[in-house]
């Protein structure tokens, strides 16, 4: 059922032919040569930090500073491009256009569908930031505005966190996972990237430079996966420290991704159906009990007019926040905002062809309300709660524990100020291993489409291999410089792959209008 129609498509149409590049090898079934370019990159890079890590230090970071200050404009102007691109489609006349075609119905429900593409986007980041940001932003707001101002304080410091999680960081996603599904649904092409860009280069995207677009995505997928595991990884070990006193040295962490990996290697070999979607569903399950838990423990009169003014104040200072120029926040501007676009570029072809693979049967405007309009409300409420907890503990109780807490340790201060502490942070530590599972399989499955040429049945040992490289590339990357590495990947990587989403937006609009 799940692999239904997807790969059937007429040769002679589309002038390729799904795996007519691959070679079979020692069981194995690869494109030649995304596969082996991607591989090798990666495990070279891997190679590379582990034995010069001092050195692999220095040069992330300074490859960090050098391109947030000079390419923010860049960042700025596309994460805008692809809301208001995404918006517009969903208004437009275009937005009646349905997946897979007029008759086609979806293979998932709302709860499953929605469960899958939010574990997959932005579940690790909303355990480590949710409580982190607000107060974070709040103690130093950005746009100038003064600290001791704490009604406008708090208001920017909320937004800000949900403007970084948010409408802009699921417009990219929505580029991507639309663009795929409406050409490998509509059009009978590959799931890979290299299809989106068909209306614009014709059958050269068979050629070099389709190797050269779904092999940036592969990279792109595999750091930024590795980012996210690396704030796994630490959050886990600040939770396993607070909790039981285990070391949160580089070694526990180590320790840890290998744990998880293993795990998720079981997910992987189980299949879409059977792996992340369950272990999905049952995350968000868990993540809602745990909302609940905070709105009925917590300050629950705060917390609800909270989370209404969050939506205004959201608004309001979405205009500035969005704007590049003439800012005095610079250190907010290049550390935080475009951080998280390049992240969330990075991020966008794993979980764009996710959200593709997912939606089958869903229409334009149903696809962006669902993958743009309603994350960013659960997301909203989920920092309005989490955050606006934190905030009232401490302007209202003077309970400095989030202000002056490490990163990783910021959730469970938070809940130190609720009743049955301990409990529910043993089980806030397990539902970050399993956001961490679902995001490595779902990274894992990606990878494994795209070196494969766009085939989905391809030998299960594939997929395992690119689940078990997310992992040594995560300890790679944190070993040679910590989570300043990961980030300077991200970034890297993020550069050029946001020209290759507007080409995409180009592409998907030309595509879209040849339907009417």
Known sequence: MEDENINEHDPEEIGHEIGEHNIE?????????????????????????MLFQDQAAVIFGDLRVWITSSFDWFFMIVANIFVLFGLGLAISKLGR?????????PRYGYPGWLAMLFAAGVGIGLMFFGV??????????PLGIDPSDTEAARAAGMSSAIYHWGLHAWGIYAVVGLSLAFFCFNRQMPLTLRSA????????VWGPFGHFVDTVAVLATLFGLAVSLGFGAEQIAGGLNYLFGVPAVDATKVVLIVIIISVALASVVAGLDRGVKRLSEFNMGLAGCLWVFVVVAGPTMVILPTIFR?????????????NWMDRSDTAFLHDWTVFYWAWWISWSPFVGMFIARISYGRTVREFITWVL?????IGTIWMATFGGTALDQLFTDGYRGVAESVPELALFRMLEGLPFTSIVSTISVFLIAIFFITSADSGSLVMDIITAGGKMDAPVAQRVFWCVLAGMVAIALLLGGGMASLQSMTISIGLPFGLVLVLMCVGLYRGLREEL
């Open 25 to 49: 090898v020692l069981g194995l079934d690869i494109h030649n040569p995304v596969f082996v370019v991607s591989a090798f990159l990666s495990v070279g890079l891997v190679v590379l930090t």
């Open 97 to 105: 256009i349905r997946l897979g075609g007029p008759d086609a119905k």
């Open 132 to 141: 982190l940001e607000p107060v974070t932003h709040t103690l130093k707001p």
């Open 197 to 204: 860009f068909f209306p614009l280069f014709g059958t050269r």
């Open 310 to 322: 969050a939506f205004v104040d959201y608004a309001y200072y979405l205009p500035g926040l969005s």
């Open 373 to 377: 309009i309603v994350p960013t409300v």
